[in-house]
C-alpha cells in the first residue's frame, strides 16, 4: 500500500478570520470537502484493496456499486459504466478480490471511497469456490449433458485449432497431426490468459461456426481448443461463462486441451471431447495413417484370401456337378436317334392319317341324298306350303265378308236412327206451331188487349170502377190509363170528382186517352199477379 503523503491544506481566506481575533481559520462545508478529497487524493494515487465483496448493486445506468469488507471495516467501491467493459470479472456477494484503483471522498455523503478500474481473486480457494459454483448453475441448464455431444468425424478435412500462435502448444498440435496424417490446419491466434482471453476464444468458436461449408475459407470439421499447463489463474479465461456457451452451442465437434491432466476448466464439460494435452488432442483429432493403410491393406488380403477361397469353392462343387451329368457327345447322338425315329413315325402316321380321312369322305358321300331326291323333297315341300297358303286365304276371306256383313247393319242401323230424329225434330215443329196458336200473344196480333186493374186480370166490365188505374198490354207494348163512367160501372163507387169542375157534369162515357208506362209487354204495371206463359 502506498504510504500516505503529507498535504497543506488551502488557507482560508483572511475575510474568514473570526472577527474576536481567534487566528483558528474558518471552512465551509465545501471548501472542507474538497480539502479532504485532495489530501485523500493526493497521499493515496493508486491503491489495492483486499477484500470480501458484499452487496453489489447493478442500476440501470450501467455503473456497479458494491462495499470491500473485512473483520473490521468497510470501504465503498464504484466502477463507472466505461471501465466495467474492462473487468475481468462482475462483482459477486461474497467474493474474495483485490480491487485496484484510486481512493478519493464523496463529499455528498461524507465518506470516501474507491474507484475500481480491475478486478482479481484474491487466493486459490476463492477462485475454486466460484468455480464450484458457476459449474453447477451452469450443470443446471443442461449445457453438459451427454445427450449434447456430438460425435467427432473419423478423418476430417479441415482441422480448425483456436491457441496462441506463439506458444509451443501450436507446434505440438502440428508436429502430431505431419506424423499421424497430414490435415489442412486452421489456426484462430487468440489470448490464452489474461482480460482478452475469455472474449477472444469465445469469437474464435463463434467464428469458426459461421464460416459456409463451401465459401472460400473452409469450414473446419472438428475444434482444438488448446493451451499449455498453468496455474489456476492463468487457465480461469476457459472458465469463463461465455466460452463455455460458445462451446456448448457450437456446431463443429470441439475437442478441449487447456492445461495438462490434473487441470480441469469448465470447458472441458461442455467440449465434446476432453483430451489431457495438446498432443494428445491431436491424436483424437486423426487416425494415425500407417496404421490406417496397414488396416486398408489387411483388408484387401482379407478380400482377395475369401474371393479366391469362394472361386475354388465354387469351382470344386462345379466339378461334382460335372461327374454327375451324362457326357454330351453320346446324349446328342441318343437325340440324333430320337429324330431319325420320329421321322420315320411321321411319315406313316401322315399316310394312315390321308387315308382315314379318305374313308370318312367316302362314306359321308354315301350318306347324301341324290339331286333328284332333293328335288323332290323340295317340291313336297312347295305342295305343302301351297296348301296352307290356300287354307290360310280362304280364312281371311271368310273373315273379310263377316266383318263386311257386320259394317252394313251397322249402316242400316245408322240409317234408322237418323230417320227416328227427323221425325222428332218434325213432331216438335208441330207442337210449337201448336203452341203458338194457343197463344195469347198471338190474339195481342189480331188487336185484343190484356187489361189489368190495380194489378189484377179484368176480364169483365163490372170489375172496372170508374176513375180505377189501368194497365193495358197491347201486342207491342204496355200502357196506363184511369177508367171513366159507363156500362157496368155503376157496381162500383165513383171517384171522388174535382172541386173545380161543376157538379152534376157527367163523366165522360169514353175513357180517357191511355199514356205509356214503358212496362214490358204482358205483365202487370206492379209485377204483381201471373204472368205471361211464354
Not at 128 to 139: D, G, I, Q, S
Request: aromatic share 4%.
Amino acid at each position: 500500500m502506498t504510504e500516505p503523503r503529507a498535504s497543506s491544506a488551502p488557507m482560508p481566506f483572511e475575510s474568514d478570520a473570526d472577527p474576536r481575533g481567534d487566528n483558528q481559520p474558518i471552512f465551509t462545508v465545501t471548501e472542507l470537502g474538497q480539502a479532504v478529497k485532495k489530501t485523500v487524493e493526493g497521499a493515496f494515487e493508486r491503491v489495492r484493496v483486499r477484500g470480501e465483496i458484499s452487496r453489489p448493486s447493478f442500476p440501470a445506468s450501467g455503473h456497479v456499486y458494491f462495499r470491500l469488507k473485512d473483520e473490521n471495516a468497510v470501504l465503498d467501491a464504484v466502477c463507472f459504466r466505461g471501465m466495467k467493459q474492462k473487468l475481468s470479472m462482475l462483482p459477486e456477494d461474497g467474493l474474495e478480490v483485490i480491487a485496484s484503483g484510486r481512493l478519493t471522498t464523496y463529499a455528498g455523503k461524507s465518506s470516501y471511497q474507491i474507484i475500481v478500474d480491475s478486478l482479481e481473486m484474491a487466493g486459490e480457494g476463492a477462485l475454486l469456490k466460484l468455480l464450484e459454483e458457476r459449474r453447477k448453475t451452469l450443470a443446471a441448464e443442461g449445457l453438459f449433458d451427454a445427450e449434447r455431444k456430438r460425435p467427432l468425424p473419423y478423418l476430417p478435412g479441415v482441422v480448425g485449432v483456436i491457441t496462441s500462435p506463439t506458444g509451443s502448444v501450436i507446434r505440438d498440435i502440428l508436429h502430431r497431426l505431419a506424423d499421424r496424417f497430414p490435415r489442412h490446419v486452421l489456426v484462430w491466434p487468440v489470448a490464452v490468459q489474461g482480460e482478452q482471453c475469455a472474449p477472444q476464444v469465445t469469437a474464435a468458436i463463434q467464428g469458426f461456426n459461421a464460416l459456409k461449408k463451401d465459401g472460400a475459407v473452409p469450414r473446419p470439421d472438428v475444434l482444438i481448443v488448446a493451451r499449455g499447463g498453468g496455474s489456476l489463474e492463468d487457465l480461469w479465461g476457459f472458465n469463463e461463462e461465455s466460452v463455455v456457451r460458445a462451446a456448448a452451442a457450437s456446431e463443429i465437434p470441439l475437442i478441449s486441451a487447456v492445461g495438462h491432466e490434473t487441470d480441469t476448466t469448465l470447458i472441458d464439460f461442455a467440449a465434446d471431447r476432453r483430451a489431457p494435452t495438446p498432443s494428445a488432442a491431436a491424436e483424437i483429432a486423426v487416425p494415425v495413417k500407417s496404421e490406417l493403410v496397414n488396416l486398408v491393406a489387411d483388408f484387401e488380403r482379407r478380400l482377395i484370401g475369401a474371393a479366391t477361397r469362394g472361386l475354388d469353392n465354387r469351382r470344386t462343387h462345379l466339378e461334382g456337378l460335372a461327374r454327375g451329368l451324362p457326357d454330351p457327345k453320346r446324349k446328342l447322338e441318343e437325340s440324333w436317334q430320337a429324330v431319325d425315329d420320329l421321322s420315320e413315325r411321321l411319315g406313316g402316321a401322315v399316310e394312315r392319317f390321308l387315308r382315314q380321312r379318305r374313308e370318312s369322305a367316302d362314306n359321308l358321300g354315301l350318306r347324301l341324298p341324290t339331286p333328284t331326291q332333293k328335288i323332290a323333297q323340295v317340291r313336297e315341300r312347295v305342295d305343302n306350303l301351297g296348301e296352307r297358303i290356300a287354307t290360310a286365304g280362304h280364312r281371311r276371306i271368310e273373315r273379310a265378308r263377316d266383318r263386311f256383313d257386320g259394317l252394313d247393319a251397322e249402316r242400316r242401323l245408322t240409317q234408322t236412327t237418323a230417320q227416328r230424329v227427323r221425325d222428332a225434330r218434325q213432331r216438335v215443329d208441330e207442337l210449337g206451331r201448336l203452341l203458338e196458336g194457343y197463344s195469347y200473344q198471338a190474339t195481342l196480333e189480331r188487336g185484343f188487349a190484356v187489361v189489368y186493374a190495380d194489378g189484377e186480370l179484368a176480364t169483365r166490365a163490372r170489375d172496372v170502377a170508374s176513375g180505377q188505374h189501368l194497365d193495358i198490354t197491347f201486342a207491342d207494348d204496355t200502357v196506363s190509363a184511369v177508367a171513366g163512367a159507363g156500362p157496368g160501372a155503376g157496381d162500383r163507387p165513383s171517384p171522388p170528382q174535382p172541386a173545380d169542375k161543376p157538379a152534376g157534369k157527367p163523366a165522360p162515357s169514353r175513357s180517357q186517352p191511355a199514356k205509356k208506362t214503358g212496362k214490358p209487354r204482358g205483365k202487370p204495371a206492379d209485377g204483381g199477379g201471373q204472368g205471361s206463359l211464354l
